[in-house]
């Protein structure tokens, strides 16, 4: 997901793994030209990796590409906005647990960002999705204090709370943003898992608004890739 510089020719990558999770490892001499692992281990390569345990950090030996977004996403939106997600999935999730769901959640967002003219409209799907990978999605047809119905008819957004409140709960001396039926609507669409029935992959304004103030909630301050302006 993300690398810095170690020496004058290792790297230290943060990887995101199917059976560790997010991790940290060295990959030695990588940044030399003809490194047999220079090209392979970049940003949003999927790959099978042979690693050895070191002494504080696991040593990449070896590197095979599975999938190859990279070309698609060095358009500067495309990039910006898989950026984003994989500060999410940083932030997110904890070092060596495995969550398998939410690799795979991550493997289709970059497929999707690669190939979309409108990346930035796949961010407030795939942060729902995430949020609920987690178990910590709040939900979407009922109030997050009172767990009262909304009614299917007005809700509004309580960042403080990390969700979506009704009417009863609503202090009117606070200007929170306003989701009608139709924004309902759209939200529970984007929070149906992907193939079934109804699952919709864009929000409306207010739905993303919504969305990203959750996630805000749970983050404790907004995610810097979020402040390119490429990505608004």
């Known amino acids: 997901m993300r690398g810095r510089p170690l020496g004058e020719a290792d790297r230290i990558l943060t990887l995101f793994t199917t059976e560790r999770g997010k991790l940290d490892a060295v990959a030695k001499g990588v940044r030399r030209a003809k490194s047999h692992l220079a090209g392979r281990l970049e940003f949003a390569n999927e790959c099978e990796l042979q690693m050895h345990r070191g002494r504080s950090l696991d040593v990449i030996v070896h590197a095979d590409i599975v999938a190859s ?127 079934r029935k109804g699952a919709a992959l864009r929000a409306r304004p207010r739905v993303a608004q919504a969305i990203e103030g959750v996630i805000v909630h749970h983050l404790g301050r907004r995610p810097r890739a979020a402040n390119w302006e490429g990505t608004r």
């Open 69 to 195: 977004p990279w070309q698609s996403l060095v358009e500067p939106e495309r990039f910006a906005v898989a950026q984003l997600i994989a500060e999410l999935i940083d932030a997110f999730c904890e070092p060596d647990l495995a969550m398998p769901d939410v690799y795979a959640l991550l493997a289709g967002a970059l497929q999707a960002i690669a190939q979309s003219d409108a990346p930035r409209a796949l961010v407030p799907r795939f942060s729902l999705r995430l949020l609920s990978a987690l178990g910590i999605e709040p939900p979407v047809d009922a109030c997050i204090r009172c767990g009262g119905p909304f009614g299917g008819e007005r809700a509004w957004v309580d960042e403080e709370a990390g969700g979506f409140i009704c009417e009863r709960c609503r202090e009117r001396w606070r200007d929170l943003v306003e989701l009608d039926a139709e924004d309902l609507r759209n939200l529970a669409e984007l929070a149906t898992p992907r193939g």
